[in-house]
Every structure is written in C-alpha cells, then in structure tokens.
C-alpha cells in the first residue's frame, strides 16, 4: 500500500492537467515557482515561530504545512519522492557505518 507522501504525489501530479478551480493546488502552479517559493519560506518561517513560542501541536501542524509545500514545489520541478530517498540513501551509506570502516583502512 502507498504511504501518504505517495498517495499525495500523485494527487498533486494529477493537479497539474485538472481545469478545477477550487483545487489550492491547481491555483498555486498557475501562480508559479516564485509563489511557490514565497509559501515555502513563509512555512519555514512559521515552524520556526511555533517551535521557539507555541506548543507541540503548533509545530506538527506547521511541519505538515511545510511538507506539503516542499512537495507542491517538488512536483512543479518534476523531482520525485524516491529520488530524494535515493539521495538520503547515499549519504545514509556513506556516513555511516560504511564511512567508519572505510577510514580504517
Ligand atoms: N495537504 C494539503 C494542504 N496543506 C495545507 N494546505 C493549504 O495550504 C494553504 C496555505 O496554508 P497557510 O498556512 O498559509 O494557511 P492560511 O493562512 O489559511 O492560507 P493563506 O491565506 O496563506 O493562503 C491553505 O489554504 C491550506 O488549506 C493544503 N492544501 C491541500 N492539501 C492536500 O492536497 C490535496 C489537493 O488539494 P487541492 O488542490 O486543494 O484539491 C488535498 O487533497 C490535500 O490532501
């Protein structure tokens, strides 16, 4: 079964071809990669704002906001979920315990 950051993947590929106008989604490709640069930094802002002042609840929501964003501009770039698994992947391989090995050597 997909996770959620699957499944939502491709709800948000879908958004790219659909005429729907209550889609946020839709509205916000419409607007461009520098709207959806503005929303992620405005996001960042705010996970910052709620993990120094509000509570543990205010960061998830916020966290959530900002990974939605992250995705929604992802898609706009056609750069995949997996791909930066991939990439988390490499470095989990060579940070770890791969790297302590290697200098031992
Ligand atoms: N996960 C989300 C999601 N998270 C946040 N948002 C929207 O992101 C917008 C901006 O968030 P803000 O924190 O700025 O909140 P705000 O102050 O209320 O909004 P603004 O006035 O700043 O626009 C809000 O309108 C939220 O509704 C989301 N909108 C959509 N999704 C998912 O995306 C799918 C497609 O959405 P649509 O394209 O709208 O159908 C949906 O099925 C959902 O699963």
Do not use: C, P
């Amino acid at each position: 079964m997909d996770n959620i950051l699957n499944t939502l993947e491709k709800i948000l590929e879908e958004r790219k071809s659909s005429s729907e106008d209550k889609s946020y989604v839709s509205s916000l490709y419409s607007k461009g990669v520098n709207s959806i640069l503005e929303k992620v930094s405005e996001e960042s802002e705010e996970v910052i704002q709620a993990v120094k002042e509000e509570g543990r609840d205010e960061v998830i929501h916020e966290v959530a906001d900002l990974w939605f964003h992250i995705m929604v501009l992802l898609r706009h770039e056609d750069i995949s979920i997996e791909e930066i698994e991939l990439e988390l992947a490499r470095r989990f391989g060579v940070s770890g315990h791969e790297e302590k090995a290697s200098r031992k050597k």
